[in-house]
């Protein structure tokens, strides 16, 4: 197939047009400003700051989280609507890992509360198990099999 002089030029202001469409669109959006990122940035960045966990457990991530948010504010007043654009999501991003990592820690502590509580009611029953034989004459109260295991239930209390 044979290309003509027109088709090639044709096809180099179709290729030019698309190139220029790109760049044109990529300069509007970083002309607009980041408004919308900035207000969910700065509403994570304030509710991971209320947990009052966060601030223990995820200190350096919250304050990565304020820095990035102050940086995305002064590139917004600045009019570098790029600069606070990217700002701007890393705070949201840092602020959600602190809260991420909060939780991350209270599941492991409650976890290990609910592993010493089973291990503490585990040694009752055994502990009940291994009672002493009743006296002469009389029938030892008889305590029920019991699954082994974690997800094993729990036998009432007499």
């Known amino acids: 197939m044979q ?10 202001a179709t290729l030019g047009a698309v190139v220029v469409t790109a760049f044109a669109l990529t300069a509007c959006a970083s002309r607009n400003a980041p408004k919308a990122e900035l207000a969910t940035a700065e509403s994570a960045v304030s509710h991971a700051s209320a947990a009052p966990t966060v601030a223990s457990v995820a ?21 570098d ?37 089973i291990r503490q009611l585990n040694a009752e029953i055994d502990q009940r198990n291994a009672a002493p034989a009743a006296p002469a004459g009389q029938l030892a109260p008889r ?16």
């Open 3 to 12: 290309f003509t002089s027109s088709s090639r030029l044709s096809r180099a």
């Open 59 to 79: 200190p350096v991530e919250m304050q990565s989280a304020r820095d990035k948010l102050a940086r995305a504010q002064r590139a917004m007043a600045n009019k």
């Open 81 to 117: 609507y790029t600069e606070a654009r990217r700002y701007a999501e890393q705070a949201e991003v840092d602020a959600r890992l602190a809260e991420s990592k909060a939780a991350a820690t209270q599941n492991e502590q409650a976890l290990g509360e609910l592993q010493e509580s």
């Open 143 to 158: 305590a029920p099999a019991r699954p082994r295991g974690p997800m094993a239930p729990i036998a009432p209390r007499r």
